[in-house]
């Protein structure tokens, strides 16, 4: 059942009973490998195209970048960031675990938990800026077709002590956020399975949609060669492109580093290892470029059309007389950002939570904590600016995300060749367990591979907009901290293991 030559494996024997097993962690049996090469793919389409990948070049070009050298930057990132999301899903595909479940195998049984609760945080962070971002376009919605709902939440707006009490956004606002917030906890309640249904059928709406808004853009603003001439209007400073250049490729590595990690949750379903490496490859590179090109296309259209640069899509659509148009748009919009925190935000934290306590917390239970959580990392302030979201948010824990990677992808293909006793993964006394249920090894090398971009973290953190003036070396560490922590990650991990190894390492 175990030779590495056989494309699945599948557990035989009954772990049910130890604590470490519940059926949302189980490995999935070979019949429920289903998800084909379309299913991967409309799961890259369905999570890159929302509006924070359509915001992301702007980003780089409010910065100072040319439009070419914003998509060139982002494909770049997204074709590094292809390489370990492929690597990382292998083990998914071929055992059928989920990402906690994999990481016992280099951080132990309890040690798991570490870098599952990482990337549980940063995913409840994203979870609560993409609701955010849902309920701002519910309001817009909402405003558009109920004249009385609009002019509530503006005499709120205009009432400064009352507008105070709720950080600077009206009453009608936080209604919406939560109404969106809502809808995603019912969807949580029904588990996993509409994920992939979710995905499938959403994905050719969010593919029209862009199509039809960047069609209307460049047939407005006289053509597609008169809206690039004007992108430059879009640069808020002038800087050199090779001072920008590395930190908006560690942002575009980072944007999917989390995704990078926890891909195995999905490529457990997938029908073969051909199906997870084409349907990413197809889905992932291509739709982000694409849709942050729709971004900054429309963006620089809007220029020209209303004499003022507008970034944000929602904001955009109530411009539009046509309540049809608005209603398509608003539908569009709310697809988009449904399925992004379905699949990117909910599914990895909902089973690192459950990881925590297996036979207390379930997947649903998980997902829950992971809705509440998004609330109180208050995704509002995490937006505040386009430089704190490129340089402190995505910078920043893509070096948590780089390091947790550099130790899963060593211990699986150099330490393991991609061998892994899938029946010790659940045994709290097995190979994996490293005798205290701690790889101290792998705690060492991601405590030393972090170390180095700490102090550049917190002085980016510091600063406003987070680009600091003058970078030092330490500031330069930071802004490749992906590629350092998991280059150092990487090789700590395999020196330590080749110097001490253990009965679980072969």
């Not at 519940?22 to 890159?48: C, F, K, V, Y």
């Not at 862009?210 to 209007?233: E, F, K, M, Q, Y």
């Not at 199906?275 to 470029?289: C, I, K, N």
Request: a neutral charge; proline letters at 4%.
């Amino acid at each position: 059942m175990n030779d590495e030559n056989r494309e699945f494996v599948e557990l035989s024997e009954d772990v049910s009973a130890s604590p470490l097993w519940n059926h949302d962690l189980a490995p999935t049996t070979i019949e429920q490998r289903t998800w084909s090469t379309w299913n991967i793919a409309a799961l890259w389409i369905g999570m890159s195209v929302v509006i924070t990948t359509y915001t992301l070049a702007g980003g780089f070009i409010e910065a100072g970048m040319s439009w070419w050298q914003a998509m060139m930057t982002i494909l770049l990132g997204n074709c590094i960031v292809l390489i370990p999301m492929v690597l990382n899903a292998h083990a998914g595909t071929k055992y059928g675990v989920s990402f906690p479940v994999l990481a016992r195998a280099s951080f132990g049984t309890k040690g798991a938990n570490i870098p599952a609760i990482l990337r549980a945080i940063v995913a409840c962070g994203w979870f609560g800026i993409q609701t955010w971002i849902g309920g701002q376009a519910l309001h817009a919605l909402f405003s558009t077709l109920i004249p009385a709902w609009h002019q509530f939440g503006a005499d709120i707006a205009t009432n400064g002590e009352i507008a105070g009490r709720f950080a600077g956004h009206n009453l009608t606002e936080w209604i919406s956020f939560l109404i969106f917030w809502a809808i995603q906890v019912v969807i949580i309640s029904k588990g996993i399975d509409g994920i992939k249904y979710l995905e499938s059928w959403t994905a050719p709406l969010l593919l029209l949609g862009g199509l039809v808004l960047l069609v209307w853009a460049t047939n407005a603003a006289g053509g597609l060669g008169n809206v690039l001439s004007g992108v430059s209007v879009l640069q808020k400073q002038q800087a050199d492109f090779w001072t920008i250049f590395p930190g908006a490729l560690t942002a575009s590595v980072g944007y999917w580093a989390t995704l990078s990690l926890n891909i195995p949750d999905f490529t457990r379903y997938a029908k073969s290892q051909k199906s997870q490496l084409v349907g990413q490859a197809l889905g992932l590179p291509t739709t982000m470029t694409a849709f942050a090109f729709i971004g900054v296309a429309v963006t620089s259209a809007t220029v020209i059309i209303y004499g003022e640069a507008i970034p944000d899509p929602v904001k955009l659509i109530q411009k539009f007389d046509s309540t049809f148009v608005i209603l398509f748009a608003m539908i569009v919009i709310f697809a988009a950002q449904l399925s992004t925190n379905m699949a990117a935000n909910v599914v990895s934290p909902s089973n690192d939570f459950s990881n925590l306590n297996p036979k207390k917390i379930s997947y649903v239970a998980g997902g829950l904590i992971t809705a509440v959580i998004g609330i109180v990392m208050m995704p509002w302030q995490l937006m505040s600016s386009m430089g704190a979201y490129i340089f402190t948010w995505l910078i920043g824990y893509s070096g948590l995300m780089g390091a947790i990677g550099g130790i899963l992808i060593c211990d699986y293909f150099v330490i393991r060749k991609k061998h892994l006793e899938l029946a010790e993964l659940f045994k709290t006394d097995g190979i994996y367990s490293y005798g205290s249920g701690f790889n101290w090894r792998a705690i060492v090398a991601l405590v030393l591979a972090i170390a180095p971009v700490v102090p550049g973290f917190l002085r980016a953190a510091a600063t406003p907009g987070g680009q600091v003036a003058n970078p030092g070396i330490l500031d330069t560490l930071y802004i490749y901290a992906w590629f350092v922590t998991f280059g150092i990650a990487f090789l700590v991990y395999l020196i330590l293991t080749k110097l001490n190894p253990d009965r679980g390492s072969k």
